[in-house]
Every structure is written in structure tokens, then in C-alpha cells.
């Protein structure tokens, strides 16, 4: 049977079987059990006050018992196994979601409905500044979210909620929440706390975090060899020796991150006020060699050549480094809801937030040192090692909602946003130049009911202004500064040799949408979205000249590029209730001027020169998602889920997108018994084989998983104490839409065991 067939086939079995059994009532218990229950939690990044069952657009929400069992060390990490989202992984320490096959800029990170404000839109090599195991829900919104969230979100959403800053006076004057855990393949430990209390009309909230984990261990070697190349003896040996040397763990793979929360707010009859300050610090390795090429060094390339180009063979005589990234962020936010603040309307919310990022890369000259393999102090105070680019990001955002009373049937929200983004980058990798993003958007949502059919209209209007300081000197400067050969140094004055013609432009975006839901029955509903939309090129597109080592390739934007405009259809049929739930969602997206990097034949400073380009393209796939729910046995409590998901992505003349997620499907079994859970889970990866230019095919994999729990009580504490084991088969795993996915694999076997407790 062909695996599509056969992937379907699963789905459908699951989707026939509960037709044996009546439907029953709802199970009472926990809320954040089971998807019915999930499904009806309040979505924080709607205007509206709604659950995921009453948005026209595919929303999953992550909370409770769910989250807690899919957290990992990325954002990425832990939403990798959502249908229609995977991870950028790069490494440990870095991991981004991709949405239906787009990331980057397209795909916002949201706190509360505020940006982020980290690095990580910018390079996959830049990590999403949250710690996952402080995160009580995540919201998800497949598709474009520009309406709500600006031109960034063309791709998605995901809107992370920590209620650092209180809304309403806690039940008891304080209440308090731990976990720590470590696992075996690279020796982590690992732990959080929170705790919230106030009194009379005030609340607080404090919370903490810290990770520290080395190079993990991975089946086999690190590289993968792609094609055939000409090496004499030495190279041979060199080769042999280098695969001993990274044979079972992944050379510079290290992670450590701490975290500190502290937010307090005013709670009066019709409202309140909050404010809360956090600091996130990280240093984590890039697993891969970081090169300075050489533009004199130049080999023939395979047919299907690795689009990482061959400046990172071991033949090439450019400059072989690792490299780690230290990074800080300082974080204010401030928080304001009023109940009927004037006539007309229902609510207010205002939200503001300034964050102060700085990060830098650090590089090891030579071969990668071992302390971390064996030492938890992580040391870089080396001789070899130097700072390498800094970037600076300083980010001020507000956010005004204000949802209306019901008018002839009709209810809604009006908004205004505002995000100033002043960026600032120095050093031999700052490839692109400073720049400032400054944009202001209007947008409004309106609905009505007409007895089981429920209509949504929206609109924004959003304009963006980015300027750009040209002056590419520094990166001269830098290079001087590390003593790099006459040649090198010579090898940039390409960036002399091109200039752009404009430094400001200036991007006026329309978004639009109309959407509905039909509830067939008590269970059955079917949903069918349309939006317009318009994208604004970022800065980088923009404006972009120099080596992007996170990419291996000298990156060159175009200062005239246009706005990309997209028509969006979206689809979904959706079965609820305490003992089935199934949904299947269909979508395509037509994608006019598609912004992406064009492959060149030019070497440039010894790097694959990759042009910003824009043409048109599509990207269309399906989702399905089943969960069978199997109440009452004299074994248990059982859930049986399956799902699979796949996304197909091209430019208008037939040429594959790049770094496309691979077609899944994932088949588990979960079981709750009085104080005892546990769960089975299978994924398999099936081959990406439909690839861009120069870009080599990446095969499939499976991974097993399975995790056991047990809930007690001690002195008063709610404790649970679990073990998981993640890639049961050790199975070398090599993630697709990764930039590294030809030196870094998925980590090998691995046990994880933990406590959590609240009181």
C-alpha cells in the first residue's frame, strides 16, 4: 500500500470505529485532558472572547497534562509533533516553528500577544528568547494571521501564555509550582519554579528557570557524506579521523539558559493594571562548523550538490571554526483590561512592552574544545576563542483592543498596533546593515449568527516604513581585527563593489478576510475561511550583503523588491464530543511576488552567493487529526490518536521551495488508571525527495517515544513523579527543513526523569 493510502487508511479506521458505540455525555474531570475539553479553552490571541471551536480559522491549543508531556528544550522542540507545524532545529538551543511549510518572518512568536522580540525571525541560528517549561498554554493559528497580528504572521501564529502579569486576585495568598528533570542523553538537569500570592487588591507573580546540558549523544557520526568528491590520501585521512572524532555525540551541541519573572498588578471592581520585568539569558553551541571561506578555493559540485555549498568540505582551505551564541534580554511589559470602559463597548485591553536583546557569537578557532563533553562548567575563558558578530535589538510595541457591545445581531472588536524595531548588528557575520522597522496598523472584527451558521468579516490596514544605514564598513573593520590572511581580507571587498540604490522604503499592506461555521449537529461542524493578504519584504530581504553563516551562503537583498499578496482558502470538517474527536482541514495558498533566496553559480568570499528573488508560487496540503476516547474499562482510561499531515510547496514554474516539511503521520496510545497515566507514540517521517536546486533529498525516519507518570500527595503538595524515553530505536534522524540536517542529527536514545509538584 502506498504510505499516503496507507496514512489515510489509519486515520479513517479511527475516524469508522466509534460508529459501534453511542455517544455519551461529556467526562467530567480534568478540563485539559482530553481534546473535546481543550478545544473549549478561551483563545487569548482572539479579540473576541472565543474557544478554538468558534474561529473559522484551525487553531490547537496546548495546555495541562498535553503540554506538559510535549515540552522540550526549544519552542520548536515541543510543538514539532502539532499536525501542520514542525522545528527549524538548529541544535539544542535553537528551534523555531515552521507553519505549513513557512517560517522565519513569516511565522510570529508571540507573548501575550506581543512579539517576542528576539533575534530568532532573523536566523534559524537564533533562539527564541522563552524557557517552554514556563509556558501554561500555547496557542497555535494555522495560517495567515496578518489580520490580527500584522504582514509577519502571513504564515502563523503561536501565542505563548505565562500570566506573568495577574488579572484577578488568587484564591489563596500563595500558591506555588516546581519541576526539575534530567535525562541521560546529555547528562541535562533542568528545573523551574513559580510562584503567585497577593491580598485585598493586589496580586504578584514570581517564576525561574535553569538548564544545563552538554554535547548530546547521537547513533553514529555527525556528517552526512552527500555526493562524490575528489580527495587525495591526506583528505582521506582527515575524513576517517574526523568521523572517529564526532562517532556518537555532537560536537558542540551544549546548552545553558536562566530565567527570572517578576510581575504585580492592581485588581479593582472593572479592571486592572500590571506590569512585570523578566530577564532570559542563554549560551548555547552551534553544532556545525562556522567557516570563513575562501573565494579562491573551488571545487565541482555534484548534480544534487548539498545547498550548503562546498566551503564546509574538509578539502576547502578556508578557515574552519565552531561557534556559540551568548545571548541576554531584558523585558518590560504592561498589561490594562477595563470592563465597559464607555458606551458601546464591552472591554478594553492595552498592552506595551519595550525589550532591550543583545547577543553575541562567539568563536573557537580550531578544533571544538572538549570541555563540554564531561564538564558542566562550560568554560569559555580560551585563548582560541574570540567574539565573533554582536547584535543589538531594541523593540517598543503597544497594543490596543477594544470589543464592542452587540448592534443588530452583530458583535466585534476594533484595534491599533504599533512596533518599533531599531536593529544593530556589527562583525564579520553582520550581513545586514542596521536598520530600523517602524509600522502602525488599524484593524477591525466583526461577527453574527443566523441560527447554526456563523459569519466573520475582517480587515487592517498596516503601514511599515524600514530604513537602513548603508555603511557595510564594519564588516572590513572586523576582519582586520582577527588577523585574518591577505587574501581573506581582500575576498571582501565585494561588498564595496555593490551598493543599493535606497536605503528607506516605505510598505502601505491591506488584509482581509470572511469566514464561517456551519454546526452541522450536536458534534459535527464545518468551517471554511478566504483572506487576503499582503506581506511587506523584511529588512533582511532588503537589504541584506554579506556571508550568512547560519545559511552557508553570501546573502544579497534587493532594495526594490514588492509586497508579496496572498489569497488564502482554508477548510475543515470537525467532529466534538467526550468520546471521538476528528478533524480534517484542506488548504492552498496562491502566493503573488513570493519572496525567497535564488541559487546563483557565483562563489562569493567562498560562499554560494543566494539572491533575495520574488516570483509567484503555492503552497496547498492536508491535515487530519483523530482521537478515539475509550472510557470505564477495567484497565482504564484509554486515548487512542492518530494524525497526518503533509504540505506541498512551488514556485508558478514548477520549482520546489526549499527546506519543505516532509509528509508524517503519527500513530499513539495514551492510559490513565487512578494516580497512574503512561502513553506510546510512533512517528514516521516519510523521504523528502521534492527539493529545491541543490538541494539533496533527506531520508525518512521513525521515532518511538513513551513516557510513564505517577501522581501522589506529600505533606500537602500535589506531586507527579515520570520518566520518558524518547527514540526508543535509536534511529539517526535528520530533520528536513534544517539548515544543519546534514551535521547535526536528531539527539540518539534518551531517558528523561522528572518531579513536578504544586501546593
Request: hydrophobic share 35%; charged share 25%.
Amino acid at each position: 500500500m502506498k504510505p499516503r493510502l496507507l496514512s489515510w487508511s489509519i486515520a479513517l479506521a479511527l475516524f469508522g470505529a466509534p460508529a459501534l458505540y453511542a455517544d455519551t455525555n461529556e467526562v467530567e474531570g480534568d478540563e485539559t485532558r482530553h481534546p473535546e475539553e481543550m478545544e473549549r479553552i478561551v483563545v487569548q490571541a482572539l479579540p473576541l472572547e472565543r474557544n478554538a471551536l468558534q474561529s473559522a480559522q484551525p487553531i490547537d491549543v496546548l495546555a495541562g497534562e498535553r503540554l506538559e508531556d510535549r515540552r522540550g528544550m526549544t519552542l520548536g522542540e515541543t510543538l514539532a509533533n502539532q499536525p501542520g507545524v514542525q522545528s527549524s532545529y538548529y541544535g539544542p538551543g535553537s528551534g523555531r516553528p515552521i507553519i505549513r511549510g513557512l517560517g522565519g518572518t513569516r511565522v510570529r512568536i508571540l507573548e501575550d500577544s506581543l512579539s517576542t522580540a528576539d533575534a530568532s525571525s532573523s536566523s534559524d541560528d537564533h533562539a527564541v528568547s522563552v524557557d517552554p517549561l514556563l509556558i501554561d498554554q500555547i496557542e497555535i493559528l494555522r495560517g495567515p494571521a496578518t489580520l490580527l497580528f500584522g504582514s509577519g504572521a502571513s504564515g502563523g501564529v503561536v501565542n505563548l501564555i505565562d500570566n506573568r502579569i495577574p488579572e484577578q486576585i488568587p484564591d489563596a495568598p500563595l500558591t506555588g509550582a516546581f519541576e526539575v528533570r534530567g535525562n541521560t542523553v546529555a547528562d541535562e538537569s533542568s528545573g523551574v519554579f513559580r510562584l503567585d500570592g497577593g491580598g485585598g487588591s493586589w496580586a504578584w507573580h514570581l517564576d525561574g528557570s535553569w538548564r544545563d546540558s552538554n554535547d548530546y549523544k547521537i547513533p553514529g557520526v555527525a556528517e552526512r557524506e552527500i555526493g562524490d568528491h575528489d580527495h587525495d590520501e591526506h583528505d582521506d585521512h582527515h575524513d576517517e579521523h574526523h568521523d572517529e572524532e564526532s562517532k556518537g555525540r555532537l560536537e558542540n551541541s551544549f546548552v545553558e539558559s536562566q530565567s527570572g519573572t517578576f510581575g504585580l498588578s492592581f485588581i479593582g471592581d472593572r479592571g486592572f493594571i500590571g506590569a512585570s520585568m523578566r530577564h532570559f539569558t542563554s549560551d548555547y553551541g552551534i553544532p556545525a562548523p562556522h567557516m570563513h571561506g575562501d573565494e579562491h578555493s573551488d571545487h565541482d559540485h555534484d548534480e544534487h550538490g548539498d545547498d550548503h555549498g562546498d566551503h564546509l568540505d574538509h578539502d576547502n582551505h578556508g578557515e574552519e571554526a565552531f561557534a556559540s551564541i551568548d545571548l541576554e534580554q531584558t523585558s518590560f511589559d504592561v498589561k490594562a483590561g477595563l470592563r465597559d470602559p464607555f458606551a458601546g463597548f464591552k472591554r478594553l485591553t492595552f498592552r506595551a512592552g519595550y525589550n532591550d536583546y543583545h547577543h553575541e557569537e562567539i568563536e573557537m578557532e580550531g578544533a571544538h574544545s572538549e570541555d563540554h563533553q564531561g564538564d558542566t562548567d562550560h568554560d569559555h575563558a580560551d585563548e582560541h576563542m574570540h567574539d565573533g558578530t554582536v547584535f543589538d535589538i531594541e523593540t517598543t510595541q503597544a497594543r490596543l483592543e477594544l470589543e464592542t457591545n452587540e448592534w443588530a445581531g452583530w458583535v466585534g472588536a476594533f484595534g491599533m498596533q504599533y512596533d518599533n524595531e531599531d536593529f544593530n548588528s556589527v562583525g564579520a557575520e553582520a550581513y545586514v546593515a542596521p536598520n530600523t522597522t517602524e509600522s502602525l496598523a488599524l484593524f477591525a472584527l466583526q461577527e453574527k449568527s443566523w441560527g447554526d451558521f456563523t459569519l466573520s468579516l475582517g480587515a487592517r490596514v498596516e503601514s511599515t516604513e524600514i530604513e537602513a544605514a548603508m555603511d557595510l564598513a564594519h564588516h572590513d573593520e572586523h576582519h582586520d581585527d582577527h588577523d585574518h590572511d591577505d587574501d581573506h581580507d581582500h575576498d571582501h571587498d565585494h561588498h564595496d563593489d555593490f551598493s543599493f540604490d535606497q536605503n528607506q522604503r516605505e510598505f502601505n499592506a491591506v488584509s482581509a478576510s470572511v469566514g464561517g461555521i456551519w454546526q452541522l449537529n450536536d458534534f459535527w461542524q464545518s468551517t471554511a475561511n478566504f483572506s487576503y493578504s499582503q506581506r511587506a519584504p523584511s529588512a533582511s530581504e532588503l537589504f541584506a550583503n554579506g556571508p550568512h553563516l547560519a545559511t552557508f551562503a553570501f546573502e544579497r537583498g534587493d532594495d526594490a523588491l514588492v509586497k508579496e499578496t496572498s489569497h488564502a482558502w482554508d477548510f475543515g470538517v470537525h467532529r466534538h464530543s467526550a468520546d471521538f474527536d476528528f478533524k480534517a482541514n484542506v488548504f492552498y495558498k496562491d502566493i503573488s511576488d513570493f519572496i525567497y533566496w535564488a541559487e546563483t553559480a557565483e562563489m562569493l568570499d567562498g560562499f554560494p552567493l543566494r539572491l533575495a528573488s520574488q516570483a509567484d508560487a503555492e503552497l496547498y496540503g492536508t491535515e487530519l487529526m483523530a482521537n478515539w476516547q475509550i472510557h470505564e474499562t477495567r484497565w482504564g482510561d484509554f486515548d487512542v490518536h492518530a494524525s497526518h499531515d503533509w504540505v506541498r510547496g512551488k514556485l508558478k514554474d514548477g520549482e520546489n521551495l526549499p527546506r519543505i516539511s516532509p509528509e508524517r503521520v503519527q500513530l499513539g496510545l495514551d492510559w490513565h488508571a487512578g494516580p497512574w497515566r503512561a502513553a506510546l507514540e510512533w512517528q514516521h517521517v516519510f523521504d523528502q525527495k521534492k527539493t529545491a536546486m541543490n538541494e539533496p533529498p533527506t531520508p525518512g525516519y521513525d521515532l518511538i517515544n513513551a513516557r510513564l507518570a505517577y501522581a501522589f500527595d506529600l505533606g500537602g503538595t500535589d506531586m507527579t513523579a515520570f520518566i520518558e524515553g524518547k527514540n526508543l530505536g535509536n534511529e539517526e534522524a535528520r530533520v528536513h527543513t534544517s539548515y544543519l540536517r546534514d551535521y547535526a542529527p536528531l539527539p540518539g536514545r534518551n531517558f528523561i526523569a522528572g518531579l513536578r509538584g504544586r501546593f
